[in-house]
Nanobody, 120 residues
Framework: EVQLVESGGGLVQPGGSLRLACAAS????????MSWVRQAPGKGLEWVST????????YYTKSVEGRFTISRDNAKNTLYLQLNSLKTEDTAMYYC?????????????RGQGTQVTVSS
């Protein structure tokens, strides 16, 4: 059974940083493209970032480019998202997902997500 367990969220002031983690199990993580998506209150799933299985290729939505960094540790079956220079509009529940942007936003999240709140 596929399991994705997100952690690392919290309350942070604008300009602050957080590091999210996603522990994966139940599939061959090292062979799987992975993504982060987020959902703000009252809105749909928004694609944030994708990383290829080999870690070479990374992609970001325009609003987070230069501020967020996606990475993975295939030995630990863990996906990460470093969030820097956070803005209030980054406030959302963050989920990790298998696949790229289309699959990640077209499939209901498997994990419970981790809440990121950016507020002064």
């Amino acid at each position: 059974e596929v399991q994705l367990v997100e952690s690392g969220g919290g309350l942070v002031q604008p300009g602050g940083s957080l590091r999210l983690a996603c522990a994966a199990s139940g599939f061959i993580f090292s062979d799987t493209t992975m993504s982060w998506v987020r959902q703000a209150p009252g809105k749909g799933l928004e694609w944030v970032s994708t990383i290829g299985a080999s870690t070479i290729n990374t992609y970001y939505t325009k609003s987070v480019e230069g501020r967020f960094t996606i990475s993975r540790d295939n030995a630990k079956n863990t996906l990460y998202l470093q969030l820097n220079s956070l803005k209030t509009e980054d406030t959302a529940m963050y989920y990790c997902a298998q696949g790229g942007a289309t699959l990640a936003t077209g499939t209901p999240p498997r994990g419970q997500g981790t809440q990121v709140t950016v507020s002064s």
